[in-house]
Structures are given as C-alpha cells and as structure tokens.
C-alpha cells in the first residue's frame, strides 16, 4: 500500500520511521535545487501528462494526469516482498539480507552509487533538449524520462539513507554535487558525461545506454540484499518505458530517412531536411560502443566476487530456464584476446570471472534485435541499405579492445589508417553541426519536424495530435 509523507509517497513506511524521514527531510531540498538548477527548468510552468507511480500494484504505478514537473511527486517504492532465498553463488539458499551485511557493505554502497550516479547524470545530459522537440509527443516522452530518473535517483538515495547511515548519507550529498560533464567533479561512468545537444543522441542514449541501465538493474534485482532487489525490480518497470522512447526513437528517424531517400535526388536525403543513413550508422556506432564499456572488463575479479557473494546475479538468473546451474563454479566462457598484430587468441576463463561479458551477450541480443527492426523500415521502402552494430571490438575504452584501432567490422587497422578514416566511422563536427542544424522545435499538437515519422500510436491510447504538452503562455 501507497501512503503519503510530506508530499513523498512511499511504500517504505515513511510515516512511521523518524530517522528515516529526518534523512529525507534533510535531502529534499537539496534535491530540488539540485533539479532546478540541472534540470529541464525552462518548462516549469508547463501542464504535462505524464504518468507517475503512486503504488506499486498494477493500477497505481502508472497515473497519467497533467503535471507541473515541479509539481512531480517524486515517490519511494520497492516492489513487494516475496518469499525468496539467495539465488545463487556460494550463499545459494541461503536467507536473503534485510540490511546490508557488514562484509558486502563496502561493495554495496559502490554499487547502489554507481548506479544511482547515472539518475540525475542523464537529467543533467538532457536538460536543453526540450527546446529543440521536433512534437509535443517526443517534448513528454523526454520529460516523462527525465522525471522518472529523478525517482530513481529518490529510490536508491534511499537505500543509501536506510542501510549505510553516515556513509549512505554523504554519498547522497554527493549525488547531487557531481555534474555530468565537469572537468572538476564528473560523473562516475564515462557515457554519462557525454553531452546530448541533440534528438538523434537522446534516441540513441535511450536506446544504447538506457539499455545498459536495464541490464544492470535486472542483475542487481536478482540481489540477495533484498531491498536492493525489489527497488530496482521496481525501476525497471519504468525503465521500459525510456527503452521505448529510445528503440522507436531511432526507429521513426530512419523511417523517415528511408521515406526521404525515394522522393530526393540520388536519394540525398539532405535536400529535404533528413538525416543520411551514414550519419545514423555513426551516432549508432558512437552510442552502442560507449554503453558496451558499461559493462566493464570481460574478465573480471570484481564480477565473480559480486556473483560469489550474492550481490549482483545474471539477467533472469532465477526465472530463465536457460540457466541451470547458479552456482557457476564448473564451466568457461570464452573470450578473445588479440595482440598488437591483430593475432587472435581464443581463451577460456572461468564463468564467474566472465559474469560481466554474459550480461552484455544479453544486452548485444537485445540490440540485434531492435536493429532487425529498424532494417524492416529500409526493406519495406525497397533500400538495399541496412544499419548495423559495430563489432565489439570497436571504439572501445575498457577491457579486451582498450584504445586498439578497430574498424566498425571489427578489423585492426594502424593508428595512423584509423585516424585518418575516423570520419567514416564516428560523428565529424560537420555531422553533428547537420543534425544540430535540423534541430527545431515543433510544439503545435499532431505536426513532426521533417527529419523523424510519426509514432504509430499516442501514449495511454491517447490519439498521436493529443496535446501532450500544455505550453505555458508565458513559454512559447
Ligand atoms: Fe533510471
Ligand atoms: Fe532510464
């Protein structure tokens, strides 16, 4: 059941715990001038219809009304308890923890702070984007997004100021401190300093690096700290929403470009305004390269720890039946080392050790799939072309392929070839300044600016020309 506290709805029993409510009453504010001065404040006045979770059973957790982001009710909700043990590793079986357990804590907390750090470091990343919406439609769905990673940010600040006292409470000051992008004081994770000046990277975070997010949570829902498990069950309820607005985000540009490329001369689309496949291929190879270093280092000793202790499992370790085995201590996983002259070398290390590379298999899976349908679009208007993910070699940062000059194919090339061919495989400040150049906002309801198709369907059933968004007079 859903009670109010001061404005904070909550299924934590807010009302009845007085620390808990000191350490949240104590945050607050310092959360709301956090968001008003990193968030999307331009838009304050504006009537929205966004959904917010007022409980967590199946009717309250999406309740779509006209808001005022400020006016949002940023809540704290745990999906419900159930009777489960530890689902794997050497405590399979054994009673999940309702606090953190004083040899995991440290872990814990790196954990929750990652990614809690991610939450607002998107809010940050979005935050002029609304004006630039090419619909009222696509203005909501950024707003929806970029509320919902506030909650986030109130559900694992939680967790930090329920389980990790004094800790817990300055690392929920920090969250707030930390800026997506400054040199002195930046995000955790890499990705989530990257700036988004404009849609196509919005969809592409969405789809790529939100997508990431959505991975780690069901990781860490597979948790034997169990209010870590059901906070993040919770999250990933409304993850899938962002994973939406991303996969069709994507989807609708390239329709569009396939549509531009039969009525423009020699198929260039930019004699009307759309955005070239090839530069669609490269914000695709810049997003999906950076979000596969999310998942860390193919072989990791922090990754088996995490899975030996029961902190962090696989994606549906408890409820695939692909997954047998939760103890993970028989079996390899092989991966690929390649030396300076492109030498490949097949090796096999332990699965425990591997447990970051098997979620990201699932996560490249998942991608496949969406760009199997985004080729539909391209085959359905007669185009040869196709998009593709880049080979996980490519671009990357961490682990295996660290700084190594791989093509998108994956082939090795030298430093010197590499630089020189990087514009065709990356975003060149001309494309960007292109894409940038078509970002105009459109915000009377049922019209789309001309480089992305319309959506199939509107939100909540809502017809697509619904008026999403109620500019204030005073904003438009
Ligand atoms: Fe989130
Ligand atoms: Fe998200």
């Not at 870590?228 to 919770?234: D, H, S, Y």
């Not at 997954?323 to 070398?345: F, Q, R």
């Not at 019209?447 to 992305?452: C, E, P, Q, Y």
Request: overall charge negative; hydrophobic content about 35%; proline content about 5%.
């Amino acid at each position: 059941m859903a009670v109010e506290f001061d404005g904070i709805p909550n299924n934590v029993n807010l009302s009845h715990d007085k620390k808990l409510q000191r350490a949240l009453l104590e945050w607050q504010p310092n959360f709301l001038s956090w968001w008003n001065e990193m968030g999307p404040t331009d838009f304050n006045q504006d009537q929205i219809y966004l959904r917010t979770a007022v409980s967590v059973e199946a009717g309250g957790w999406a309740h779509f009304d006209y808001v005022k982001m400020p006016d949002y009710r940023w809540g704290i909700f745990l999906a419900p308890p159930e009777e489960r043990t530890i689902g794997f590793g050497d405590n399979l079986g054994k009673a999940i923890w309702n606090e953190a357990p004083g040899e995991l804590r440290k872990e814990l907390r790196r954990i929750i702070v990652t990614q809690a750090d991610t939450e607002p470091a998107s809010v940050e990343q979005q935050r002029l984007l609304g004006h630039t919406a090419p619909s009222l439609y696509d203005l909501r769905n950024l707003f929806q997004v970029n509320v919902e990673e506030g909650r986030h940010l109130w559900a694992m600040v939680y967790l930090l100021h329920q389980f990790f006292g004094r800790d817990g409470r300055e690392e929920a000051e920090d969250l707030l401190v930390r800026r997506s992008g400054n040199p002195d004081s930046p995000r955790i994770l890499s990705t989530f300093n990257k700036p988004i000046e404009d849609w196509l990277s919005f969809f592409c975070f969405t789809m790529f690096t939100d997508r990431d997010g959505k991975y780690q949570l069901a990781a860490l829902a597979e948790s034997g700290f169990d209010p870590l498990a059901r906070t993040t069950q919770f999250m990933l309820t409304e993850e899938a929403h962002h994973l939406f607005v991303g996969e069709t985000g994507v989807g609708r540009v390239i329709e569009r470009t396939a549509q531009l490329m039969k009525e423009c001369k020699n198929g260039d689309v930019t004699l009307a305004g759309g955005i070239p496949l090839d530069i669609i291929q490269k914000y695709i190879n810049e997003w999906y390269s950076s979000s596969l270093d999310l998942f860390g280092s193919e072989d990791s000793s922090n990754a088996a720890a995490y899975f030996a202790t029961g902190l962090k499992g696989r994606f549906k370790e408890t409820t695939s039946p692909r997954i047998t085995d939760h103890v993970a201590l028989e079996g390899a996983y092989e991966i690929e080392k390649i030396d300076a002259s492109g030498k490949i070398d097949k090796q096999q290390i332990p699965l425990r050790r591997a447990m970051n590379l098997v979620l990201r298999d699932n996560y490249v899976e998942d991608c496949e799939r969406a760009v199997l349908r985004w080729n539909k679009a391209l085959e359905a208007h007669g185009h040869p072309d196709r998009v593709r993910l880049p080979s996980q070699r490519f671009n990357r940062t961490m682990g295996l392929y660290m700084n190594m000059p791989f093509t998108p194919d994956g082939t090795l090339l030298s430093a010197e070839e590499f630089a020189q061919r990087r514009a065709e495989f990356l975003p060149t400040e001309k494309d960007r300044a292109y894409v940038k150049s078509l970002m105009k906002k459109v915000y009377e309801p049922g019209k789309f600016a001309g480089w992305i198709a319309p959506p199939n369907k509107g939100i909540n059933a809502q017809p697509v020309d619904f008026e999403y968004v109620k500019r204030s007079p005073a904003q438009t």
